[in-house]
Structures are given as C-alpha cells and as structure tokens.
C-alpha cells in the first residue's frame, strides 16, 4: 500500500522545487506565482512506496480559481495520507492563512518552514516549537533552494501517515465565540454525512455558504434552513457576511500567533532590498526603457556577440569543414553513389546542421531567460505589462502566458487556462504565440547574420514586435462584441529577489536546449529527407529523374503554384513558400528547409559564409518580411493542437489560425510596401493598399467601444475609461 | 549478381544505415503521435502542463 504525501503551499514558495528535491524529477521551477497550473507525481528518492504529489499554488480552499480547484479536489477527493504545507518564511503570517484551513482537513500535516536562510538572514526568529504546539502540528525549517530540510520533513510525514488516521487529528481553535458555536451546531448537523476526517472543514465550508460544498452535500431544505438560521444569527451580531467573519476571525488568530512565534528584526517601514530595486525597475517612468534594455543586452548577447562566435564555429568550423569536408573526402575514396551522398551531405546534414548550427545562440538565450526569470525580474516585467495592458483594456495574466511563450508556444498557449475571464482567454489564446519561441530564433539568428550583420537589433525588434502585436490585437479585438468586456484584475505576488540557483538556471537551459536538438534528430530530419527527395527529383523532358538544378523539381513545381500569395510582401519565390509551410510542422524546420535548398554544406566547403547563397536571394526589406511573416503567422502544428485543445471549438480554433496569419500577412505587407517606397522604389498598386491597411488600422485601433461589458451593443454608448 | 554485390557494397551498407535512421524517426514520430506526445520544444518531461498532453 503505497503512502500519498501532498505538497500544499501559498504560490511562489518553493513547492516544485521541494518536489524536485525529494522525487529527484526535473520539473519546472520558476520564480513567479502560478508556474504550475496542474498537479504533478512522482515518487520519494529510496522510498518506491511513498507518492509525493506537487500541488499548485494557492492562498485559499475557496474554489474561485483554477489553482484553487484543482488543489482542493485532491485534498478532498483523493484523501492523501499526509501533507506537507510549504509555508514561505519570509511571509509568514498571508501564509499561515493557507496553514489553518489546511489543518481544518484533518489530514496529518507537517509545516515546512521554507527559506529559512532568507528568514536568518533578515535577523528574523521564526520558533518553531511554539508554532508547532500552537497549531498542534509538527514543524520543520526548510531551505529547498539549498536542499535542506526537507528530507526531514518528508520522513516526518510518513511517520504521521503510518499512525491511525483519527491519531494524528488536531484542529488549532481559530474561531471563537458565537461563530465557534454555530460551527459546532453545523458540525453536529452534518456528522456521519460526511467522512469524520473532513467534518470540521465541510462545517466552516457551510458556514461559509461555499456553493461547490452545499452543491456536493445535497442536504435536505429543513437541514439547510436550520443551519442557515445559525448563520445570519451570527452574521446579525458581528454585523458581517459569514465569508468576511471566517477570515477575519482567521487574521485574528494568526497575528495573535505571529506575535508569540515570529520576532522581526525590522518592524518599521524599513524598505528590504527588492523593495528598493524595485523603486528603480518598476518606476511607472523607467520600467519600460529598462525592460527593453534588458531584452536588448539579453538578444544582442546571444544573437551578436558570444552567441555569434559559437553558432559561426558550429556553422563554418564544426559542420562546413569538419563533418562535411571529411565526409564528402571519405565518400569519395569509397566510391558512394552521388545520389546517396547527395542524400546525406545536402539533405540530412545541410537540414539537421543547419538548426543544430543555432544551438549555442539558443542556449546563451535560454540561459540569460533564465537568469533573469529566476533572480525575480521576470514576475516584475508581468507587472509592468500589467500597467500597460491595462491602459488598452487587457489584463496582465494574459502576460503569464506571453511569459511561458517565449521558451514554448504550448505550454504557453497551456497557461491560458489560469485566465478565468472567457473572453479574455480566448483572446490571449489567439495572441500568445505572437512571442517569439525558442523554436523561431534560428530563423531571427539565421536573418540576422545572414543579411543584418548579426545585429541586435533585428532579434531585439522580433521580441518586441511580437509584445506590440499582442498590444495592438487586445486594442482591436477588445471592440468587437465576441471579446469585449472590463479587463480581468491581476493580482500578483512579487516574489523577492535573489541569487539565481545555478542548478535551476542551468537545468532550464538544458532542458530547453535538449529538446531542440532531440527534434532536430527526429522531425527535422525526417523533414530534411523528404525535402532533398523532393528538391532533387522532377520531370525532365517528360521524364522522372534527378534534377541539376533544384528549380526544375517537383518541389518548386509545387512552391511556385503558391508563391504569388507571398509576392506583395516580398518573397513570392518557391524556396521561401516552401520554408513558410514546413514551418508549420516545427519552426525551426524553415531553418532547416533553408538549409537543404540553399545547399548549406556546399558554401561552407568553399569557406565562404554558409548562409551567402541564402543571402544573394534576398534584400534586407524582404528578408525582414519574411522574418515577421514566420514570427507572426500560424504557429506550429503542436501549438496549433493546444490551441484547439485549449479552445474547445473548431470554429475558435481555424479563427485563431485565420487571425493570426491574416494579422501577419498585414503587417508584412505593410512593411515590405513602405519600406520599399521609402528604400526608393517607387509608388505603386501596393503603395496604395499598404497605406489603406495602415489607415484602416489605426481606425480599427481608435474607433469607439460600443459594446458594453458582456458584449452587449450600446449605440449610444457614452465613452468610458475602456473605450 | 555477387559482382554487382561486391561493387555496391559501400552504397548498400550506407543506404541500408541511412534508411534505418530515417524509419526509426518515422516510426518514433508516429508512435509518439499515438501515445499523443506532442513535438512541442518545451522539454515536455519537465513542462508543468505536461499532464494535459500525455495523458496515460
């Protein structure tokens, strides 16, 4: 019979990175609230019987968000044997809220006092004995950034799991007087209909007038009537809702704790550290010149300058001379087939390579995301977005999502699922992606080196046109009456700074890094090879055979069907309507594509610049255009899946695809129009309908809101704050 | 027939390793569709969401 130990604790205070600790598993840790939206298992290093079970965040048991929800099913519906509840040191009293209504569950629990070594640090006392005799629990002090602790409190928790289950029940007295009656009347009412563990819990949860509890309990109407007389009866004499009396009653009692268990050094206004950093980065006037700095040192750093240095070395050195020109030397001396080294050198290496080429620009990326994501500043850019959002009647959880998007578009587009607001979900759904993922910066390095110089600029400016088209989306779409509405408020914890953990930092790089190069090993080069087939084979003179000149192949045939689309904004050639589409089954596959077309391996034989083949086919305006096209337009087909998962509808799903790759062929096509009449290339047609489509964007952007808060048309509609 | 063996064996044995790779990821890819592992990039081991996609 294997033991279920729960982890339990506010968001943000160390929950995963215990469960990592003790199950030795590699989940995500990241240093703001709500990185975990769904429970997670896995089993105590040497012990294969003990089943630790990671649990979102959460503040409260009430069932108002997703967290919430899923969190207090499992404490209820699964009965794990133990919990331990992950309380954040340095915020000990908002955390012991949490504390005392997981003590009402009378399941056995352990308090892991976490981040102690801030908590001695600060010069603060937390005495856990006293903590421990006042909740009637066992407490231990934990630091699971530096791994200590929580052994103990693990093998605490089984002793605690192994003993009879009424043994270990003792509920600290939060509540007094006439509101401690009427939950002992409701408590007496409801006994035997309820598991005898829970009854407390369910009690308060009825004195609360909890609807999910009332809802799950079905008790008869006089029942019902009864307890509701105990509850306006107190509600009569404290002159507050049940709901406000149970929290207040709650603050009393864990100030009254604090006061006997916590000595603070710095009771007065004495401003921390992170306070004073954050006076700085979230000024209302520097936050946002300082964000786009920091992106700016963070894409000019692996994209131009040590990034550069290796991808070169892996693209010229590594694949170009060594791999390619050793490989092609022995094929030779062994007499392979032209067709089949063809087949290698050109199709699985210039494919594969070509993405593996960007590995270290990719890795220097993710470890600087990394950094600054654990260090804090992350939680404080969603904040910042926050204010700026808000202005255009978006809410800043939708920048949670943008957050995770910027390693991944799925569990991005996942992470939607936080936003309990429909309209606002389906919105930040259909924008996420926008955000460059790791999967498209090849495609930015590859443009940036290739054409750019290596400029910071161009990654730089891919970031923030994705931020800027999210911005502009929410302004148009927040007016038409399916997403109209009041934005969401968010409400978000700043989580304090600290030294970023090398192993979470490098871990995270890592993760990232390998799964990129595992699908370069699987889907790319799957891809790479059906690409050089078809690349390599047409009809000549009537008959099938091998091409000389890729232009000739069944390929282009096909690409060249489809490329007038893509001509207005630029790249209306084959090579590049091809790219676009195999984008869509993984986007660094455009890389790739680029890779098996241009003949990557061939330049770098001749120790010319490996992307110069690539580099002659294009102008900076059109590679730019095409750059935008890709970052903007459909994402790919596994976003696109989470997509339809996470919409729930076919016609929300093929509206995202149809908006974002509309919004992106706009865009480009604005771009590529300009730019060329402003590069000197005279006005024409397409100056004409690229200046209407800039025109009818701003009007888009500027027209009135004349739909109300649930979509309802308001003609007459006076304009307000959200319009 | 031994002759056109012994004059093709390099293009035998090198089709014969580049075909097997290639049928290897194209049976892992399908397999993984099946048991709907996604292609995602986000290292799915370690995504807090993973439980959505790779349902048991």
């Not at chain 1, 649990?55 to 967290?67: A, M, N, Q």
């Not at chain 1, 050109?346 to 890795?363: E, H, K, S």
Request: net charge neutral; hydrophobic share 45%; proline share 3%.
């Amino acid at each position: 019979m294997s033991i279920k130990i729960a982890l339990a604790g506010n968001p943000n205070s160390g929950k995963t990175t215990l469960f990592n600790d003790l199950t030795g598993s590699s989940q995500h840790v990241g240093n703001w609230p709500g990185v975990t939206v769904e429970k997670k298992e896995g089993r105590l290093k040497g012990h294969n019987d003990v089943i630790i079970q990671d649990l979102p965040g959460i503040y409260s048991l009430s069932p108002y968000t997703l967290e919430e929800v899923v969190s207090r099913q499992y404490l209820v519906n699964e009965k794990p044997d133990a919990i331990i509840d992950i309380v954040d040191g340095t915020n000990i009293e908002r955390n012991l809220y949490l504390t005392t209504q997981l003590l009402e569950l009378g399941i056995p629990t352990v308090i892991a006092v976490n981040m102690i070594d801030v908590v001695r640090k600060s010069g603060d006392v937390i005495n856990i004995r006293k903590l421990g005799e006042a909740l009637g629990c066992e407490v231990v002090e934990t630091s699971a950034l530096k791994g200590t602790g929580s052994r103990e409190a693990a093998e605490r928790a089984i002793a605690l799991a192994k003993k009879p289950v009424m043994a270990n029940i003792s509920v600290p007295s939060v509540f007094n007087g006439s509101v401690e009656h009427a939950i002992a009347h409701i408590e007496e009412s409801i006994e035997g209909k309820v598991d005898a563990r829970y009854l407390r819990w369910y009690a308060i949860k009825l004195f609360e007038r909890d609807e999910k509890v009332i809802e799950e309990l079905k008790l008869d109407i006089v029942l019902m009537e009864h307890l509701e007389e105990h509850i306006v009866a107190c509600e009569k004499e404290l002159d507050d809702d049940a709901e406000s009396i149970i929290t207040n009653q709650r603050y009393a009692y864990i100030a009254k704790l604090v006061q006997t268990a916590v000595k603070k050094k710095h009771t007065g206004q004495k401003l921390s550290l992170s306070d004073r950093i954050d006076r700085v980065v979230t000024n209302r006037i520097l936050a946002l010149p300082i964000f786009a700095l920091v992106m700016f040192c963070v894409y000019y750093i692996s994209i131009s300058t040590v990034g550069a240095i290796v991808t070169d070395w892996t693209n010229d050195t590594l694949f170009g001379e060594m791999i390619v020109g050793n490989l092609n030397g022995w094929f030779e001396s062994v007499n392979v087939a032209p067709w089949l080294s063809g087949l290698i050198v050109n199709g699985i290496i210039a494919g594969v390579g070509a993405v593996i080429g960007f590995v270290p620009q990719m890795l220097i990326l993710f470890l600087m995301l990394s950094i600054l994501e654990d260090v804090g500043y992350m939680a404080r850019v969603a904040f910042i977005m926050d204010r700026i959002f808000r202005r255009f009647g978006l809410s800043g959880k939708s920048f949670i999502p943008m957050l995770i998007s910027s390693g991944c578009g799925v569990p991005g587009v996942m992470a939607c699922r936080t936003i309990e607001n429909e309209r606002d979900r389906r919105m930040t759904i259909m924008t996420t992606t926008f955000i460059p993922c790791g999967a498209k910066m090849p495609i930015i390095a590859m443009f940036a080196g290739a054409l750019f110089g290596g400029s910071g600029l161009v990654a730089t400016s891919a970031y923030f046109i994705g931020v800027a088209s999210v911005i502009i989306s929410g302004v148009i779409l927040k007016k038409t009456r399916a997403f109209a509405g009041e934005a969401a408020p968010f409400v978000m914890e700043l989580p304090a700074y600290h030294v970023p953990s090398a192993k979470n930092v490098f871990h995270s790089t890592w993760e990232r890094g390998w799964s990129f190069i595992r699908r370069a090993g699987t889907i790319i080069l799957a891809s790479s090879v059906i690409l050089w087939f078809l690349q390599g084979f047409g009809f000549v003179d009537g008959a099938f055979q091998m091409v000389e000149d890729n232009n000739n192949s069944i390929l282009a045939a096909i690409g060249n069907v489809i490329a007038p689309i893509f001509t207005p904004v630029g790249f209306g050639n084959w090579k590049a309507t091809v790219a676009t589409f195999t984008g869509l089954i993984a986007k660094e596959n455009v890389v790739g594509t680029f890779g098996v077309l241009y003949g990557l391996s061939e330049v770098a034989e001749d120790g010319a610049e490996i992307w110069s083949n690539l580099a002659a086919d294009y102008t900076p305006l059109t590679a730019y255009s095409f750059m935008l096209f890709n970052l903007l337009c459909a994402p790919c087909f596994a976003a696109i899946g989470a997509i339809k998962r996470e919409m729930n509808n076919a016609k929300w799903t093929w509206a995202a695809i149809g908006y974002l790759c509309g919004y992106a062929y706009v865009i480009a096509f604005i771009v590529y129009q300009l730019g060329k009449l402003f590069a000197g290339g005279g006005f024409g047609v397409g100056t004409v309908f690229a200046i209407a489509a800039v025109i009818s964007l701003v009007y888009l952007l500027l027209r009135k809101n004349r739909y109300g808060e649930y979509g309802e048309y308001l003609p007459e509609r006076k304009v307000t704050a959200n319009a | 027939m031994l002759e056109f063996f012994a004059e093709n064996l390099p293009n035998i044995i090198i089709g014969a390793i580049v075909f097997g790779i290639f049928a290897a990821v194209v049976i892992k890819i399908i397999r993984d569709h099946k048991n709907h592992k996604t292609s995602c990039s986000c290292g799915c081991d370690g995504c807090p969401s993973s439980g959505i996609c790779h349902r048991d």
